[in-house]
Structure formats: structure tokens, C-alpha cells
């Protein structure tokens, strides 16, 4: 598919819906879970990464589990890139509806997206699981150790969906209805394979599917054209 038809397919729609993943950020400097060089292969150790960063783990083992966690899922100092930057214009424009992401980098809302609906919650958000208090990012991340509350001294965790945990409700309905009125829907950077979240778009009832994403998915025999470039030089051409 040539850019220009994507530009023309945008250009017409009336209610796009970004659908995304890692690979979105990966051109910032996030690597991506189960790409080439992803935080999948590269992760040493006898435990595997979906084992650290789910619920249990973080119950049972919590300074193991901060330990990988600051080293392999904070990135403060990235920045949007051009595929960030793209989706908020349209936004700007009115052609855009929402953002669905996968992603918890808050790298969307950086670029000045505002309808995002986060799927598996923010790494920009942590509170206190005894007494409910907020603390913002730099205190996880500048903790030694273990982060304590501020206010009561319980254990601080990401407001993020780890593994075993069930995703926000009203925000998966939500994510259903905006692809469910779309017009156009575009999924980037995301394999499709982890669910409920990849089932997201067997809501979509439009015209126009695109899948941008380096490898294939489960989803590509329904998908109207196939892009197999980086997304951030994509959507960064129109």
C-alpha cells in the first residue's frame, strides 16, 4: 500500500480509531516485548518476564519485582515520536476519535492526544494499596528499594494492569464502542496476540482496516492493506 492511499483513506474518514501497542513507542526508544531485541528475548535470569511482572510476583517478591521493573519498564526521559505526533493532529483536526493503547508510557497524552483510553493503566500513576494515596512517577522510580507511602508507609505500585490482573471495564467498553462506530480503524505496532484486548477488533464494523506492524498478526486476513514499515515513518510521511 502507498502512503497516498492512506492519506486519501484519511482524509475522507469521518471517525478514525488508533489501536496500538508497543511498537509505538519502539521508534522513542522503548523496546518492544516480543519483536527482534525485545524485552522478551533480551530478559536474562531463570524467571521469566511475564512471571515478574504480574500481580502474584509483585505480591510475593516485591523488591525483585522493582528491581526489573525500574530497570526494564521506566523510561522517563522518552519522547513522542512522530507516529505520537501524527495521531494527536488528527485529533486536532477532528478526524481522529480516540486512541486505544496497550502501552503504558503515557507518550499519547505527551504529544497532546487527549481522548486516550489506556487499556493496561500508566507507569506515570502509582498509589498506595493500603491507603489509596498517590505518588507520582519519580517517586517509584527515585525509591530504594521497595516504594513506601508517603502517608502510611504501605507498599506503592503502578497503577498498571500486570499479568493475571483483568483490565479496567469501563475502559474496555469504551475502546468497544469507539471501534464499533469507526469508520476507519488503525492498529499499529501490536502483534494482536495478547488478549482481551486483541479481541478489540472484531468490534469493528467500518470500512477501512489497516494494520501497521513490522510482523503479522492474527488479524491480517481481514485487514483491507498491510503495512510492514516502521510506524513512525509511516504515519511521520503523511
Not at 509483585?58 to 505520537?84: G, I, S, T, V
Not at 503502578?158 to 483490565?167: M, N, Q, R, S
Not at 468490534?203 to 483491507?224: C, M, Q, V
Request: with cysteine.
Amino acid at each position: 500500500m502507498k502512503n497516498k492511499e492512506l492519506a486519501d483513506i484519511v482524509k475522507k474518514a469521518k471517525k478514525i480509531v488508533f489501536f496500538g501497542g508497543a511498537g509505538v513507542s519502539k521508534g522513542s526508544g522503548i523496546p518492544d516485548f516480543r519483536g527482534t531485541g525485545g524485552l522478551y528475548q533480551s530478559a536474562g535470569g531463570s524467571v521469566a518476564p511475564e512471571e515478574i511482572l504480574s500481580g502474584r510476583y509483585l505480591q510475593e517478591h516485591p523488591e525483585e519485582f522493582y528491581d526489573y521493573y525500574r530497570k526494564n519498564m521506566l523510561y522517563p526521559d522518552a519522547k513522542p515520536n512522530a507516529a505520537h505526533l501524527t495521531l494527536a493532529k488528527w485529533e486536532r483536526e477532528g478526524k481522529l476519535t480516540s486512541v486505544i493503547t496497550q502501552n503504558i508510557d503515557g507518550l499519547h497524552q505527551a504529544a497532546g492526544s487527549k481522548n486516550v483510553i489506556e487499556l493496561h493503566g500508566s507507569v506515570l500513576r502509582n498509589y498506595c494499596v493500603s491507603c489509596g494515596e498517590v505518588h507520582p512517577l519519580s517517586y517509584v522510580a527515585e525509591a530504594d528499594g521497595v516504594p513506601r507511602c508517603r502517608v502510611c508507609g504501605g507498599i506503592v505500585r503502578p497503577d498498571v494492569v500486570l499479568y493475571g490482573e483483568g483490565l479496567d471495564v469501563p475502559s474496555f467498553m469504551q475502546a468497544e464502542n469507539d471501534i464499533a462506530e469507526a469508520d476507519v480503524l488503525i492498529v499499529g505496532g501490536t502483534s494482536l496476540t495478547v488478549y482481551p484486548a486483541a479481541g478489540l477488533v472484531q468490534s469493528f464494523r467500518g470500512k477501512h482496516l489497516i494494520i501497521i506492524n513490522r510482523t503479522r498478526t492474527p488479524y491480517d486476513p481481514w485487514a483491507e492493506y498491510i503495512i510492514r514499515e516502521p510506524i513512525e515513518e509511516v504515519l511521520g510521511e503523511l
